[in-house]
């Protein structure tokens, strides 16, 4: 393709509302054009871009016998209260009523869909198991649209939908979609940390998440500085480093006046030590029973790990009066001594406490030198909270890191949750009805380009992977007229008849604002015309991610090119 | 690809509430699966036919130099407030509210968005003319979908727009477009009938419609017998035929009784005669002006044609009040005799109409014997009417002819309408502002399947033609076991390597099964490999199409599949 022909709307300004390198990138480079917040335009570089990643996807989906449909966007409301998910999710559904003032969803996800479908069409176990996916627009009414594309109210994501008779080979296709994820990121030029992750609103029993390492990401990764150990804060689990006790005293109980003393920073200052010599108390509710949850003061809770232990259907924090009806003293005064028939469940953290400080149970009263085990009973000492700095490896021991990523990618095995609903049921060889066994997979297409760029870029601009790239070559004739503009056709016109994908700079441009945007659209190879070489019987190659020139002969061009994709 | 991998639902009883051919058979063939009223998945074998035109549609736009882009689906209200269009589509909008209850519509069309962004990112005649497009989901509030895809909620539209800043330049992309379209419905399969059409809500200066044929379709191509005249309804003109008036005797006017007689049918019955006796008068107010309308009884007024005639604005029927006043009569008692300083505008059906009825502007009363131009002066004779059986076509004279089709396509000249509300506006090489003057260019993708179907089936189903066939060819072992599997997977395997887009049943199925399945999804080219057949060293090629068959070694199939592929 020609530039005059083209519609690359290039800008040297960084647009005012962009963050994030990739968000400011996909303005500069003319990927994208903002109608509304969260709402973008993918202009013609940028959908060319989309489309290489979705080639990527289709290919490695056929593959592994993946089937590619395409089911509405709009979806009646009554079938997302079938699934029971309606409430859990409208806050962040977008919705439109008809002229009847029937309610239709703008499709976050389609598993009530896809599973209606497999409902009606399919009849018998020996068309099974069928994995299919589509490409899409997808909607989230979002609360904050930000960083540009990564967090969008409309964007384009492979969804995938797996239906199986036994759990065995719907493992197998969760395996085929976890190994094939992890080649269509590669093939993008993306940096991938695979983890396990919380199946969220999703439900079912296992996710893994592909997560972009980049500092600009909203989604924390913890992994194992040794081993392959990996998961989300959500998921992450985590030992505590272990303390000798040994030598340590266990100094007398004393009781401490702390009038109106609530907040952590009163207490530090008054007892001049850091929230880490401190046990926080809280009360939670299960369905039925009352907990009370020991954590060290300067840590947090992971309720999800907690309600998972407790085998609680909802945990919840007690409200304030009844925290005065169980610990006989206002918030804020809670301890673990003197609590009848409640059970003291602590955070692997206590463990190693000695002497520490925490509330009385009484009114304007904190206790020193609380030391676990010999002033009260721990029913269980359990891993509830959540990871921090200094943490280490559940496998391993080793430290655990934390890095910022970009959730590209998700898998889940979902279970039956939809199947048995949406009367997604066939009969086995035994003819035993069988709910069917089902695994969704899911990519953020456009959230990748952004992941792309985040990982592939420098203070010029944009540097595409090869097989992400919207042109693999871009010809500049320094100027182009005369001889140089019959040379730079000349070899637009034999990299075209050799199918390789190039962008020709016809403008009447200087020299160095081609260079400008060609860095910045980030194209990998340049075929550089200038009259100088040419006297020389040359042309010159610049590869845009080393900024390596070297300078062949035309009639070479084709094979070093050739060369040059596969090798880069 | 192998059926017992692909997923393709075909089902011998045809759906209930499928009125027409195309809708029952593309259920049938498991090319789609309803969601709820009008809105449609499209399953694999459906998807892969969007895809095939959706590619014809790519090449055809790239050998203009159209540019692919994709806009988002969800558009703020108030950019339609800008266009002043809200209004005048509000009712077949749908529109989603977001959590700060901010309305966005979704989108039916782009001109509004396509426009915002030649506004922000075009800053230089010499970047023009560009015409764009985009392919992406379209929906609209149907008040009632019905014929499947053809009119449907949600549906998948090309539409296009382009942007010169002279008319030249912009007549020359419709041009360029109106000749891509013909190419790309023709290498669809379908026959189309390219008519004049109507602007309606676009706005705009000219516009013609792409119509497939058949029986079933929605709209009505009004076409002369013998030369090329082609419009649709609204816009056809027509000529009448002309009865010699010699020698007939114009009778005296005669005052008649008529009771309470305001009905057609009551006056036919009490005259005696059929409509085409009667001259209906119509009082249509102007913006300012008052006009009387005459047409014969058994005819509608166009008020489209009648407003571009009289140059209004708008024009509308008179209330039942206003009528009173002005013919001094109820409605139903209006006629052309005795109205003062009111002009009778007379449709050109009306010329030759000798001893007519028609209202006396008195109530209870009518006039026999009515000859205009005698009884009544006419301000002027005007081709006001639609079309009927028996009118003459415009230009030849010959006999005009009514086809049902269904519109598959229909291109635009939208002048500045929308460039100049919304500030897509350039200075031109004299440095005078330039509103851009814009086309536009749509293609129902979905409802092209539906015509295609319409047009290519038989009793047994779907004859796809081959640019738009899923498969080309199908290879059908009798049974797929021993030499005959044997010899069917090397022709598989033979044909893929060839590049041929083949599906072979290789299920466990009675051949009788395997070739109504065959027959029903409408694959063009059939390969048969049975026993008997193979004994004689060879295999059948059939012609879904002709019926015709033919045995060939399989050393000569490559070739002979080929020919046929390019033949057929």
Redesign the interface.
């Known amino acids: 393709m020609k530039w005059s022909?083209?519609?690359i709307?290039t800008v040297k300004e960084t647009p005012q509302d962009a963050d994030i390198v990739s968000h400011k990138l996909m303005v500069r480079s003319?990927l994208i054009?903002k109608?509304?917040s969260g709402?973008?335009?993918?202009?013609?570089l940028?959908?060319m871009v989309?489309r290489k990643i979705e080639s990527i996807i289709k290919e490695e989906m056929s593959k592994k016998?993946a089937?590619?449909?395409?089911?509405?966007?709009?979806?009646?409301k009554e079938i997302w209260l079938k699934s029971e998910r309606y409430e859990m999710m409208s806050?962040v559904m977008?919705?439109?009523?008809?002229?009847e003032n029937r309610e239709?969803i703008?499709g976050p996800t389609h598993e009530e869909?896809i599973t209606?479908?497999v409902a009606?069409?399919?009849d018998s176990y020996r068309?099974l198991p069928?994995n299919?996916y589509q490409i899409?627009?997808k909607?989230r009414?979002e609360?904050r649209p930000r960083f540009g594309v990564i967090r969008a109210?409309?964007f384009i994501m492979k969804d995938g939908y797996s239906f199986s008779m036994t759990q065995i080979e719907s493992e197998k296709i969760y395996q085929d979609m976890y190994e094939a994820y992890g080649v269509i990121f590669k093939r993008c030029g993306l940096d991938c940390a695979v983890i396990e992750a919380d199946t969220g609103v999703m439900g079912g029993r296992k996710s893994h998440e592909f997560t972009a390492l980049a500092d600009v990401g909203e989604d924390t990764v913890v992994s194992c500085k040794s081993c392959t150990y990996a998961a989300n804060m959500e998921l992450a689990k985590r030992q505590v480093q272990e303390k000798s006790i040994m030598g340590i005293r266990q100094d007398p109980l004393i009781e401490v006046s702390t009038p109106g003393m609530k907040r952590v920073e009163e207490l530090t200052d008054f007892f001049s030590c850091g929230p880490m010599c401190f046990i926080k108390t809280l009360i939670y509710k299960g369905d039925e029973k009352i907990y009370a949850v020991l954590i060290r003061g300067d840590l947090e809770v992971n309720e999800n790990k907690l309600r998972h232990y407790l085998k609680e259907q909802v945990i919840n924090l007690a409200e304030a009066e009844e925290i005065i009806r169980i610990t006989g003293a206002d918030v804020g005064f809670s301890g673990p001594i003197g609590l009848k028939d409640i059970p003291l469940i602590a955070d692997i953290s206590v463990r190693n406490m000695t002497n520490a400080i925490t509330g009385a149970n009484k009114n304007n009263l904190h206790y020193k030198n609380v030391n676990p085990g010999r002033d009260c009973v721990i029913y269980d000492y359990l891993d509830i909270g959540f990871p921090v700095t200094g943490d280490l490896c559940p496998n391993c021991n080793d430290e655990l890191v934390f890095k910022r990523g970009i959730e590209v990618g998700q898998v889940f095995q979902l279970g039956t949750k939809y199947s048995s609903k949406l009367s997604a049921v066939l009969q086995n060889e035994k003819r035993e009805d069988v709910p069917l066994i089902m695994g969704c997979y899911g990519i953020g297409v456009s959230r990748t380009v952004a992941a792309i760029i985040e990982q592939n870029h420098d203070e010029f601009g944009i540097i595409w992977p090869m097989e992400t790239a919207p042109f693999k070559v871009i010809v500049i004739p320094l100027v182009y007229k005369d001889e140089i503009k019959k040379t730079a056709d000349m070899i637009y016109d034999r990299l075209r008849s050799n199918n390789v994908e190039v962008l020709m700079d016809d403008r009447n441009e200087r020299p160095g604002f081609k260079f400008a945007d060609a860095d910045l659209i980030g194209i990998p190879i340049k075929v550089i015309i200038g009259k100088k070489t040419l006297q020389e019987g040359k042309i010159e190659i610049k590869i845009r991610k080393t900024g390596e020139v070297q300078k062949i002969s035309p009639d070479h061009l084709i094979n070093k090119i050739n060369e040059l994709i596969t090798s880069l």
């Not at 709402?39 to 013609?44: A, F, K, R």
């Not at 089937?67 to 009646?76: K, T």
């Open positions: 022909k083209a519609f709307p003319g054009h109608l509304s709402l973008y335009s993918y202009l013609p940028g959908l989309i016998d089937i590619e449909l395409l089911m509405p966007i709009l979806q009646p806050e977008l919705k439109a009523n008809d002229r239709f703008l869909i209606d479908i009606h069409k399919i068309s069928k299919f899409q627009a909607f009414d609360i109210r409309e």
